[in-house]
Every structure is written in C-alpha cells, then in structure tokens.
C-alpha cells in the first residue's frame, strides 16, 4: 500500500532514527523485526539473501506497521533499483557510490522521466497499490528516501561533489569497506582510516545532509548519535540470533558441564 514515507519526514525534522539490519531475507523475521517498533529495516539484497521476488513477501509483512524498509540494493544499477521500486520500496541504499557521476546516475534510476531514467509502469505495480493510488506518479519522487554510501577512500576524496549532487537524502558512511579500501579492513582505529571517516563526517555535516552508519567496534548506537548521526543501526538479525544463543550455550556449559 502506497503511504507517506515517515521515515524521510522524520529525517528531514532531524530526529534521530533507529533501524535494524537484516539479513536473513524472510518475512517472519522482517515482520517480528517491524512490530518490535524499529524506525527502519535494511533489508540487504548486496550481502544477505533475497531478490526483488522475495523483497515483495518481506515489504508486504511489514506493511501493517509503522516501519519503513530500506533496500539496499546489490549494485548501483538502474534495472535493479527499477524492480525493487516497483515492488514498493520506500526507501534504498545504494553501496559503493565513489563520485559524482555515480551519485547522479543511482538518483536518475530512482525518478521517472523527465527528473530521471526509471521504466513506468506504475499502472500495474505493487508500488502504485496496483494503479489504485492516484497521486502515486505526482508524488513518489518526493516520497522515496534515497540513501547513498561511502565506503572508500575514493568517496571522501570526493565527498563535496558528491554532497552537491541532488537528490541525495541521506549520506551513509560504510566505515569497514572504506577502512579495506587502504588495507586496514576492520581497523577504524588505524590513523588513516580515522582521519578518512572523520573527513566525511565533517564535510556531510557541512552540508546539512542527515547521515547514516552503524556503531563502530567498541561503541554502541547510542555513541553513535552522539557523534552526530541521524540513522543508526542496532546491530542485525543476524548478530541477535547469533549472540543470543552463544551467550546463552556459554553460561550453560558453565554451570552444568565441568571439564
């Protein structure tokens, strides 16, 4: 059902927002996620599993609650965007965007003709409510949440044309692929890395753009808001599942299986 994204209105107030990453692809899992209250799902079609065929059953278990997806797409290309925004995201994140040029052509993809290159078929979408949303072509430009990350030292670089592109609402910064970009993977500590995550900080908030991240080793979504993001992830489904049940295998062996 097509419906006002909150999720950008809120980012636009400049209220902080709270998401979850999700990985796992299925809809139960995505609809226990949203009704746990999270602003946003990412749901990640670059590293977790999924298609835009799949992305339908987990957009529509959500759909009964306030939560927006975020779809981050596997690359920033125009035919996938297009079927992912038929099916009805609200909002996608676009890995890997290193310049300008690119920043234009991941918005293009998102808009219909003239503002853009996106195929129409909003007649017959899922995104349209089937064609039954009237005001549906007039205002999904304005509607959709377009989020764009920096994930190399190559983006910083390039961080102000980047920022000068419209269309972008929300500046994602990817600080473990930026941080393998120079041979640091996962080291944010490293001098380097710092100084690169930093520099795009500093210039997005230049700028006015919200941006986006996820917490930092040692340092938890809180700290990160703290920093000055806006869009912050509380670890994934994943993590959860995953930390949970070792926490708990761990404190078992403890008690009841000596040596």
């Known amino acids: 059902m097509y419906r006002k994204n909150t999720l950008k209105q809120r980012l636009i107030d400049g209220e902080k927002v709270l998401g979850c990453w999700t990985m796992i692809g299925n809809p139960r899992v995505v609809e226990i996620l949203s009704l746990a209250g999270f602003d946003y799902l990412v749901l990640d079609q670059e590293h977790g599993l999924g ?98 990350q920096i994930e ?12 000068a592109v419209e269309g972008i609402d929300l500046m994602f910064i990817g600080p473990f692929d930026l941080s393998a970009t120079i041979g640091q993977m996962g080291n944010l500590k490293h001098p380097e890395v710092a100084r690169l995550i930093g520099r795009a900080e500093e210039r997005i908030r230049a700028a006015g753009r919200p941006m986006g991240t996820v917490p930092h080793p040692g340092g938890t979504w809180k700290d990160m808001f703290e920093r000055g993001y806006q869009f912050v992830n509380a670890g994934s489904d994943i993590a959860r599942l995953r930390d949970g049940c070792v926490t708990d295998v761990k404190d078992f062996r403890a008690l009841y299986r000596k040596g």
């Open 152 to 163: 190399s030292a190559k983006a910083v670089e390039n961080i102000d044309e980047i920022l």
């Open 51 to 148: 298609d835009p065929s799949t992305l339908e059953a987990q957009l529509h278990a959500m759909s009964a609650t306030p939560t927006v997806g975020v779809v981050r797409v596997p690359w920033n290309d125009h035919v996938y965007l297009k079927r992912v925004l038929d099916v009805g995201a609200e909002a996608v994140l676009i890995p890997s965007i290193d310049t300008a040029d690119e920043a234009r052509a991941a918005v293009a993809a998102c808009l219909y003709p003239p503002r853009g290159r996106r195929g129409t078929a909003s007649s017959s979408v899922r995104a349209s409510s089937y064609g039954m949303a009237p005001d549906y072509v007039a205002t999904c430009a304005d509607n959709l949440l377009i989020a764009c």
